[in-house]
């Protein structure tokens, strides 16, 4: 039986980011006033948890609930040690397959099961689906996005500017976002972050994977010898091959567009190497990057939890931050 078709547009959300006012849905609607503030947040956290050894009290008994409808595991489990670390109980729904989903179940039936639970808050992965898109802004509790499709993945593009921001400063710094732009949700949400931050952007890529349509004060390269040259911050994202009608050539990619041994040597010395992972070696990064003094990967992985711990207190007012 087809799955009944609902309108949840007639509720009208608060703004872009959700009915809520601390959901995160969307990096849109964030100030830079709000990001700074943010960033505030995660530095005291991690003066914190290096006092105590978490991050809030643990007496707090909030349940927070993670749905995650697309695979995922930097940012599934950095939202859950985020959560443990403040204090939360955290239950998750993580496959398809061991869920009513693969009885026909609707993704906007499953998170109104959940919500009917009386959960605390949502963090929700999801692909492409317009009923749950409408859905998730007009709930009444506090609502994060762990990724949505080939749109938006907010909590990277904070970890990522925040990482920026404690190595180097984001203010005119030069970030290059190199390879599957088109596909990527974290291009599209760095792209907004990294300009309210006010970074200098660049992209380079295969010319059929960069954006359809020019983006304003984002700076597109043809060369990537010439774009490493000048960046400060050379962040790789993933082929996406899974949204690809057809299979990548991933040698070619390489030779072209992967950061090699030798355009390590074009790199500045003190230039900063990021990706938002899952890597694909020998694909984006060949084998030499990891160990190179430049690369920053797992430091991301560790500032993403200081980041989301800081959006669930900030959404809760847990901590007194």
Same mark, same amino acid.
């Given at each position: 039986? *087809?799955? *009944? ?58 349940? !927070? ?6 695979? %995922?595991? $930097? ?15 955290? &239950?998750?729904?993580? %496959? ?7 009885? =026909? ?36 509790? *506090?609502?994060? %996005? ?7 993945? *907010? ?13 180097? =400063? ?6 290059? !976002? ?31 994977? !960069? ?8 700076? &597109? ?37 992967? !950061? ?43 500032? =993403?939890?200081?980041? $989301? ?13």
């Amino acid at each position: 039986m *087809p799955t *009944p078709q609902r309108d949840f547009s007639q509720r009208q959300p608060d703004a872009s980011n959700g009915m809520h006012s601390r959901s995160l849905l969307d990096t849109v609607s964030f100030s830079q006033d709000d990001i700074l503030e943010l960033f505030s947040k995660a530095d005291e956290l991690e003066r914190r948890q290096n006092e105590t050894g978490s991050f809030g009290d643990p007496s707090r008994k909030r349940v !927070l609930a993670l749905l995650f409808f697309e695979p %995922s595991t $930097r940012t599934r489990m950095s939202f859950q040690i985020a959560a443990e670390r403040l204090g939360y109980s955290v &239950v998750t729904l993580e %496959s398809a397959a061991t869920s009513s989903l693969s009885k =026909g179940e609707s993704l906007s039936d499953t998170v109104l099961n959940v919500l009917a639970m009386r959960p605390d808050g949502l963090v929700v992965r999801y692909g492409k689906d317009d009923d749950l898109a409408c859905l998730l802004p007009t709930l009444e509790i *506090p609502i994060f %996005s762990a990724g949505t499709g080939v749109l938006a993945h *907010p909590t990277q593009a904070l970890l990522d500017a925040y990482t920026i921001e404690r190595i180097c =400063g984001v203010r005119d710094t030069r970030v290059l !976002l190199v390879g599957d732009i088109r596909h990527s949700r974290v291009a599209r949400s760095n792209f907004d972050v990294l300009g309210k931050l006010g970074a200098a952007v660049g992209i380079c890529g295969p010319q059929e994977w !960069l954006p359809a349509e020019p983006r304003k004060n984002v700076r &597109v390269f043809s060369n990537l010898d010439e774009a490493a040259a000048w960046c400060d911050v050379y962040m790789g994202l993933r082929v996406q091959h899974e949204r690809h009608a057809k299979a990548a050539d991933v040698s070619a990619y390489n030779r072209e567009f992967g !950061l090699t041994a030798s355009r390590l040597q074009i790199l500045k010395k003190d230039a900063i190497i990021m990706h938002p992972g899952p890597i694909n070696h020998g694909v984006e990064f060949s084998h030499e990057v990891m160990n190179d003094p430049r690369y920053r990967v797992l430091q991301q992985v560790t500032n =993403g939890v200081l980041i $989301r711990a800081a959006l669930l207190a900030r959404a809760f007012e847990d901590t007194g931050v």
